[in-house]
């Protein structure tokens, strides 16, 4: 089956900071989703991204199919932003997709 | 408002009980699904269900059973079967078939402690 990597694991960052986040996947997909994960354990969608270039405010994403990695950028951080961020991605098999999620990176920002 | 409801948001059973975990969705999507996180992990799945009447298992379906009887509702049922029941369980529901469209939304979730 697919094999999703994150990294890093944990990233510990100062108010303002900005930060990139990976994730790496080992076969093509038909879809990529990032979520942020809040302390009470709601899972945010982020970005539906399975190609290209997408901006959400201070947020933006980019995934390279070809070269099966997404990335999510972080501007400008805030203490809201803390929590756990997910990538997941899924192929499309007999019209059902079935997402399998990283091990997600733990992000704090500090005041 | 729309969305996906998930009850009750804490449930707590001793060893050996059945439990059945509530899913609701309003957002008139035909494809629902349950995950499991466990601490510090990711979410796995453990079934899904393209349309009422009919699911499959996804990747840990052992100790676990749904039924799909409404497009709305796709409860799971946690039984004594299952070797580790304790966990978060997420809820997630997204249009069917190979559009392009077809992003996952998730429930709330559940918290289960079986002790």
């Known amino acids: 089956g697919i094999q999703v990597e994150q990294s890093p694991p944990d990233l510990i960052l100062q108010e303002g900071a900005n930060s990139t986040l990976r994730c790496n996947f080992s076969?093509?997909?038909?879809?990529l989703q990032w979520f942020h994960q809040n302390p009470w354990g709601q899972l945010i969608n982020l970005f539906y991204?399975?190609?290209g270039t997408k901006q959400n405010g201070r947020l933006s994403a980019t995934t390279v199919a070809t070269e099966r990695y997404s990335l999510l950028y972080i501007s400008s951080s805030q203490t809201t932003d803390s929590g756990v961020y997910f990538c997941?991605?899924?192929?499309?098999?007999?019209?059902?997709?079935?997402?399998?999620f990283g091990q997600g990176t733990r992000l704090t920002i500090n005041p | 408002d729309g969305g996906i409801t998930q009850s009750p948001k804490y449930l707590f059973r001793k060893e050996g009980q059945n439990v059945t975990l509530s899913c609701e969705q309003n957002?008139?999507?035909?494809?629902m699904y349950w995950y499991r996180q466990d601490p510090g992990q990711g979410l796995r799945l453990i079934y899904y269900?393209?349309?009422?009447?009919?699911?499959q298992k996804g990747d840990i379906a052992e100790g676990y059973s749904v039924s799909r009887e409404k497009k709305e509702s796709f409860p799971l049922t946690v039984t004594s079967a299952q070797k580790n029941p304790t966990a978060f369980y997420l809820c997630?529901?997204?249009?069917?078939?190979?559009?392009?469209?077809?992003?996952?939304?998730f429930g709330p979730g559940t918290r289960l402690t079986v002790t």
């Open positions: 957002l008139n999507h035909d494809a």
């Open positions: 991204i399975p190609s």
């Open positions: 997941a991605v899924a192929s499309i098999i007999q019209g059902a997709q079935k997402l399998v």
């Open positions: 997630a529901s997204s249009r069917r078939g190979a559009s392009s469209q077809n992003e996952q939304y």
């Open positions: 076969d093509s997909v038909n879809n």
């Open positions: 269900s393209q349309i009422v009447n009919d699911f």
